[in-house]
């Protein structure tokens, strides 16, 4: 967790992912920190906000149950990923974060975790952080959706919806996760 972090999840995260646009409610408008959510949160969110913050944590949460189980420990949490997503998702000691602030990438001082896996939800997202100089030049556009820099350890992916990131595209996605790790 770097001192400029601003979000959901937990400050020991080995999964940011990092999107363009925080819920429409009051609350999650004046955040000025990372926040760990609560039980029923996300689901106070997906109410509120509608179908696609709804789509975001559920893609979120099938992404986490598709790691490679040796390497990550998400999905022997909760029997189901809709039951992770629902208990564990960015609340506290989740290792998950849900970023609205550009990524920062230097390795930091007091940084718990230098092996962190940075997602770009979306290709637009990922150009206006490149225009800028959040995010440097040196993704490499594996398609017209996927990116990945592998020495910061960045990935670039559709948006977390299903139409953009399908199932199949889901697992490329944790496939590439499994290359950096």
Known sequence: MSDQDLGFGSDDY???????NRPPVYEYQQLAQLTALTTGEIAYIGQHCGN???????????????????QFHFASLAPTWQKYRDDFLLQAYSKTSLLF?????K????????NVVHIIMGRTYAKSLLSTGALDNELIWLNNEFAINRSQRVIVCPYFD???????????LAELIKELS
């Open 107 to 114: 390795p930091i001082k007091h940084s718990v975790n230098l």
């Open 14 to 20: 080995e999964i940011a992912v990092y999107i363009a």
């Open 101 to 105: 602030s550009a990524p920062v990438l």
């Open 52 to 70: 696609g913050w709804r789509k975001v944590f559920n893609v979120y949460a099938k992404l986490l149950y598709a790691l490679d189980k040796q």
């Open 162 to 172: 299903y139409r953009q990131l399908s199932n199949v595209k889901i697992e490329w």
